[in-house]
């Protein structure tokens, strides 16, 4: 039984280029969470996604990043135009449903975007 | 909000010594509480949860009580290993579900 799939493990991209990470969540799961890991700091949580639906995405900054989570296929966190400051640790978990105490998140091992 | 806060680290200590990571929390209501360990190059594990005041968490030998009073949820151990070196966050699940997670605390044990 498959875990959460992150790809790229390692991104890097150039100032202003395009950034596209992928997650596969656990089969079986239709929820879906992106987190960011900075350098010395905790996960900050980004976006919550159900198939086809954003649920929450008040921790996405409001340009440039944008997700979403289609009927068919992975969940795909996109950053446009990455500048220095995007460098980080992107982190999809995943859950059967709503991740509460009952059914907690199952983290991928993430994606290291270095933008140079 | 809700916010997490833990001890500042790095951890460092030798085999077979007692831990102690402390996290205090703010939240509305009654949140859920876990620790999630995360080793080198690895996404975030499950180490132990709590769902109400009073309960107990516990795996692989760590405790973690939730002290509604105290609005805490200390990760104690009593003997650590090599292989506890890792990476420890505190986090609580509050409305909509979402996670807020400490900054975590870098925990080496040497032999």
């Known amino acids: 039984n498959a875990g959460v799939m992150q790809n790229p493990r390692h991104l890097v991209r150039r100032r202003g280029q395009e950034a596209r990470l992928r997650c596969s969540p656990m089969?079986?799961?239709?929820?879906v969470y992106w987190y960011r890991q900075l350098p010395e700091e905790g996960l900050k949580f980004m976006v919550y996604?159900?198939?086809?639906?954003?649920?929450?995405e008040s921790g996405m900054p409001k340009e440039r990043f944008s997700a979403e989570f289609p009927k068919e296929g992975p969940s795909i966190l996109r950053i446009q135009q990455v500048v220095r400051g995007d460098s980080a640790a992107y982190f999809c978990?995943?859950?059967?449903?709503?991740?509460?105490?009952?059914?907690?998140?199952?983290f991928g091992n993430g994606t290291r975007l270095t933008v140079t | 909000g809700d916010s997490v806060t833990q001890m500042e680290g790095p951890v460092t200590l030798s085999e077979e010594a007692f831990l102690t990571i402390n996290c205090t929390y703010t939240?509305?209501?009654?949140?859920?509480l876990f620790w999630y360990v995360q080793y080198p190059g690895e996404g975030l594990q499950l180490l132990l949860k709590?769902?109400?005041?009073?309960d107990k968490g516990s795996n692989k030998g760590f405790e973690a009580t939730y002290r509604k009073e105290t609005t805490s949820f200390h990760l104690e151990k009593g003997s650590v290993q090599v292989s506890d070196s890792a990476v420890y966050f505190c986090?609580?699940?509050?409305?909509?579900?979402?996670?807020?997670f400490g900054k975590g605390i870098t925990l080496s044990v040497r032999p």
């Open positions: 709590a769902t109400k005041a009073d």
């Open positions: 996604l159900q198939k086809e639906n954003i649920i929450d």
């Open positions: 939240a509305t209501g009654y949140p859920s």
């Open positions: 089969k079986g799961h239709s929820h």
């Open positions: 986090a609580l699940a509050g409305a909509n579900s979402k996670l807020t």
């Open positions: 978990a995943s859950s059967r449903t709503e991740g509460r105490s009952n059914s907690p998140l199952h």
